[in-house]
């Protein structure tokens, strides 16, 4: 069998079982795992090019998604009434100050020689940086989260298209990603793991506890989205009118064509994402990657900037991730930073990579959706199995009980499973690398 035979076979199956799981359990689950699939994909894609193509373990995934996530706040909300007179400037100044703290801090360990003089100077730096930073800053956050705490209580937005939110994710992402990858990517292997954990653990620390920037964990609900909203859809005559000769009714209609304008428009964004990591994957700069991910020591030799271009891929990595998230917090239609939990979701990507295939951008693809289907209907699924298993044990009985609340573990315990079956008989995935 060829390989284009194979792999056509493998989408071909998942687009069944997305069909299958339409006509058995609703149309809407089946929507639904399509388009968190696309975003899979996309996120899958992103991990593909820093660990596929150059090698890079980073753990930190969801950090990056989250900056998606809060790019689409500032880009498309509308800013809050009073809050940048409030506030604004100062928190704004207050940051730039804080910056520059660290900047003159660095430039005095640069330049001057090691001494108890250069270690006075730059905590004096320091000292003085942080509390003229803590002190245009806090009275400054404290007048924007007061307010009207209860609906806004933070800066907001530009209010612009919330497609623009979607490369915006994408570059903030890679602007944090450039910061982060100057003073990590001389680790390797599993201390460069752990230090993108962390600092997505930060991240999301942030973005929960800084209310003035995105209401923390209160959310931000009620952000701006491409398509229309399905009340209006409803009262539509025109569109009610379509969905009875269709032979739905205006309610399940305008949701499922809702989603659909989701689905295209996710899909989009998959495919020129997938054109242009082929392109680059097949190119002299795609080679030159993977000759660094094969053997850094003879790349360098050869005159290749090694630590130059890790840098280069892990932030190109994390801006697809950043988009991915930006794309998902709009279908959500709320940021919710109290959902970004990197080792689970970290995982699920990371599954999606290895079970796709490590280092094929097409294998990715394919992980996110088989792995996202996977995980929407494993729990259905399995309160079915038990349900069965126990079907003769007496009401009350442990072993039943427990069978049975056990059903909420299966997700991890399938993943595992698929991931020990694939790294069994499959060892570099389902679509591997040429």
């Given at each position: 069998m060829s390989d284009s035979v194979r792999n056509t076979?493998?989408?071909?199956?998942?687009?069944?079982?997305?069909?299958?799981?339409?006509?058995?359990?609703?149309?809407?689950?089946?929507?639904?795992?399509?388009?968190?699939?696309?975003i899979s994909a996309i996120m899958a894609l992103g991990v593909n090019l820093q660990w596929g193509f150059a090698g890079l373990f980073n753990v930190g995934i969801m950090g990056f998604v989250a900056l998606g996530g809060l790019a689409t706040v500032l880009v498309s909300m509308p800013a809050t009434p009073g809050a940048w007179q409030a506030g604004g400037a100062s928190v704004?100044?207050?940051?730039?100050?804080?910056?520059?703290?660290?900047?003159?801090?660095?430039?005095?360990?640069?330049?001057?020689?090691?001494?108890?003089?250069?270690?006075f100077s730059v905590f004096?730096?320091?000292v003085v940086g942080?509390?003229?930073?803590?002190?245009?800053?806090?009275?400054?956050?404290?007048?924007?989260?007061?307010?009207?705490?209860?609906?806004?209580?933070?800066?907001?937005?530009?209010?612009?298209?919330?497609?623009?939110?979607?490369?915006?994710?994408?570059?903030?992402?890679?602007a944090v990603a450039w910061l982060i990858g100057k003073t990590a990517l001389g680790?390797?292997?599993?201390?460069?793991?752990?230090?993108?954990?962390?600092?997505?653990?930060?991240?999301?620390?942030?973005?929960?506890?800084?209310?003035?920037?995105?209401?923390?964990?209160?959310?931000?609900?009620?952000?701006?989205?491409?398509?229309?909203?399905?009340?209006?859809?409803q009262s539509n005559a025109a569109f009610i009118e379509r969905a009875n000769g269709l032979g739905f009714d205006a309610v399940t209609a305008s949701t499922l064509w809702v989603k659909l304008i989701y689905a295209g428009l996710f899909t989009v964004v998959l495919v020129i994402l997938f054109v242009m990591a082929q392109r680059a994957?097949?190119?002299?700069?795609?080679?030159?990657?993977?000759?660094?991910?094969?053997?850094?020591?003879?790349?360098?030799?050869?005159?290749?900037?090694?630590?130059?271009r890790h840098l280069q891929i892990f932030v190109l990595g994390s801006a697809v991730c950043g988009i991915a998230g930006a794309m998902m917090?709009?279908?959500?239609?709320?940021?919710?930073?109290?959902?970004?939990?990197p080792l689970r979701f970290t995982f699920l990507i990371w599954v999606m990579v290895i079970v796709g295939g490590s280092g094929n951008n097409l294998g990715s693809v394919l992980g996110g959706f088989l792995i996202w289907w996977l995980w929407v209907m494993v729990e259905p699924m399995g309160s079915v199995l038990m349900k069965f298993v126990t079907y003769g044990m007496a009401d009350g009985y442990w072993l039943k009980d427990h069978l049975l609340e056990s059903v909420a573990h299966m997700r991890l315990l399938t993943m595992g499973l698929v991931l020990l079956l694939v790294l069994r008989f499959s060892p570099r995935g389902l679509i591997p690398e040429k």
């Open positions: 076979m493998y989408f071909a199956g998942v687009a069944l079982l997305i069909i299958i799981t339409g006509f058995v359990q609703s149309w809407n689950t089946a929507l639904f795992i399509l388009n968190f699939g696309l704004i100044g207050a940051l730039v100050l804080g910056a520059a703290t660290v900047v003159a801090a660095v430039i005095l360990m640069t330049n001057m020689k090691a001494s108890k003089l250069r270690s004096g730096v320091l942080f509390f003229v930073y803590r002190g245009l800053f806090d009275p400054a956050v404290g007048l924007i989260e007061e307010i009207d705490p209860a609906a806004t209580g933070y800066l907001g937005g530009l209010g612009l298209p919330v497609l623009l939110a979607w490369p915006a994710g994408g570059l903030l992402a890679a680790l390797r292997s599993d201390y460069l793991a752990i230090a993108t954990l962390g600092i997505s653990e930060i991240i999301i620390a942030v973005m929960k506890n800084e209310d003035w920037l995105g209401r923390g964990v209160k959310n931000v609900v009620g952000l701006p989205r491409p398509a229309p909203y399905e009340v209006d859809l994957l097949h190119s002299p700069w795609g080679r030159m990657m993977r000759a660094i991910r094969d053997n850094e020591f003879a790349a360098e030799a050869m005159g290749k900037n090694v630590t130059a917090t709009t279908l959500d239609g709320q940021l919710t930073p109290g959902t970004y939990q």
